[in-house]
């Protein structure tokens, strides 16, 4: 069974956009749909995108739960 993590990110600033969109899209999402049981990912933003907030959608298969564990461990690892 499919399931499907929503994400939704905002850049630091606006003047940073392109920064944050280049590191988003070749860095942070290959990084995440990597890990195990993640399947994919997309990201999705709005027409005008004026610096607003995107979202990406994670395809998970397998417990949704174990996958949030995965992704959250390493952030916990860093505080």
Avoid: C
Avoid at 18 to 23: K, S
Avoid at 29 to 49: K, S, W
Wanted: charged share 25%; hydrophobic share 35%; no cysteine.
């Amino acid at each position: 069974m499919k399931h499907y993590l929503v994400v939704e990110s905002h850049p630091s600033h606006p003047d940073r956009l392109d920064e944050f969109n280049r590191w988003y899209d070749e860095i942070h999402i290959p990084e995440v749909v990597a890990l195990d049981g993640f399947v994919g990912g997309t990201r999705l933003a709005a027409a005008d995108a004026d610096g607003g907030p995107s979202v990406t959608l994670y395809e998970l298969e397998g417990d949704p739960m174990r996958q949030s564990e995965t992704f959250i461990s390493p952030l916990r690892q860093r505080s």
